[in-house]
């Protein structure tokens, strides 16, 4: 009897070990798997992400942004693809640079704001009491700005300026949200057992909010960025729509999608505004299906069994 114990106890351990939970990663996947629409988006937004990348690796700017007036608002033919615009552009390298601009500022903007949000917020929840209550008043200052006009007229004082200036304007309105979300979840991790007994050990504060703290909260926030990178790609296509984004002369969604403002664009060349207002459309409901399923992932409750 003994013997058998032992050998069914062993049996059990080695299962035991054999079992290890599912990755972040690996749940994200299973829920991408079983939503067809996430399943569809993700690689959709993986062929338009390589595509765009590609053909602007291609094409060359000084070309494809040089005027050329003997091509003035050429429509669709084999030698323009999609057309040319009023100072005779090839609309196709305008779209595929356009498309990584946009692209582009809209993940670095996620990224500096995640970073800058994540480090506030950890301070704040980890730390409370008084250092907490003057990042809260921070951020209630920075959250009663009305931020899109503040971005306005900073760009408009703003001589010369190109998509890293413009990336770093909107960071700097942009981060309070995530700060926010950061510092709340800090705050229900602080208050469990293994942050004291890791305190009572003596370990850093620097090594349990990275080391601790972060990884489980990292869920919550891959999933706030994620939808914030849909957000920010909106944001940057509206206000160079408006003509407080990009220069004229910087290709991008919104400069493309900005062509539909002049009432002839609009009736008699929807070749020159319609492929990037279909771009941004579809790039954006991608992002959100795909978003939606790691959000899924993130909750216990609504994540596939």
């Not at 996947?29 to 079983?34: A, G, N, Q, R, V």
């Not at 951020?139 to 770093?168: C, E, G, Q, R, W």
Request: aromatic fraction near 10%.
């Amino acid at each position: 009897m003994g013997k058998s114990k032992l050998k069914a106890l062993n049996t059990e351990n080695k299962q035991t070990e054999a079992y290890q939970a599912p990755s972040f990663a690996g749940l994200i996947w299973k829920e991408i798997l079983h939503d067809k629409f996430a399943l569809v988006s993700f690689v959709l937004l993986i062929l338009i992400i390589i595509t765009v990348f590609t053909g602007a690796y291609f094409t060359d700017p000084g070309t494809s942004t040089k005027v050329n007036l003997t091509q003035i608002n050429k429509a669709p033919s084999d030698k323009f693809i999609l057309g040319t615009d009023s100072a005779g552009r090839d609309m196709v390298g305008q779209l595929f640079l356009g498309a990584r601009n946009s692209f582009l500022i809209a993940f670095g903007v996620t990224v500096f704001c995640g970073i800058i949000g994540i480090l506030v917020g950890l301070v704040a929840g980890f730390f409370a009491g008084r250092i907490d209550n003057i990042i809260m008043r921070i951020l209630d200052f920075f959250a009663m700005l009305p931020n899109l006009m503040i971005i306005i007229v900073i760009i408009s004082l703003i001589p010369k300026y190109n998509v890293v200036t413009f990336i770093l304007v909107m960071t700097a309105f942009n981060w309070n949200g995530i700060a926010r979300l950061v510092r709340a979840k800090t705050l229900q991790q602080s208050s469990l057992d293994y942050v004291q007994a890791s305190k009572t050990l003596g370990t850093s504060n620097i090594v349990i909010m990275f080391r601790e703290v972060l990884p489980n909260i990292a869920s919550i926030i891959i999933v706030n960025l994620t939808l914030n990178l849909a957000g920010n790609m909106g944001l940057e296509t509206g206000l160079t729509f408006l003509g407080f984004g990009l220069p004229f002369s910087t290709p991008s969604l919104g400069t493309l999608i900005s062509y539909a403002s002049i009432p002839e664009n609009m009736q008699n060349r929807p070749w020159q505004w319609i492929p990037a207002a279909l771009l941004i459309v579809v790039m954006m409901l991608c992002i959100n299906f795909v978003g939606q399923a790691i959000k899924r992932a993130a909750d216990a409750k609504q994540r596939v069994t």
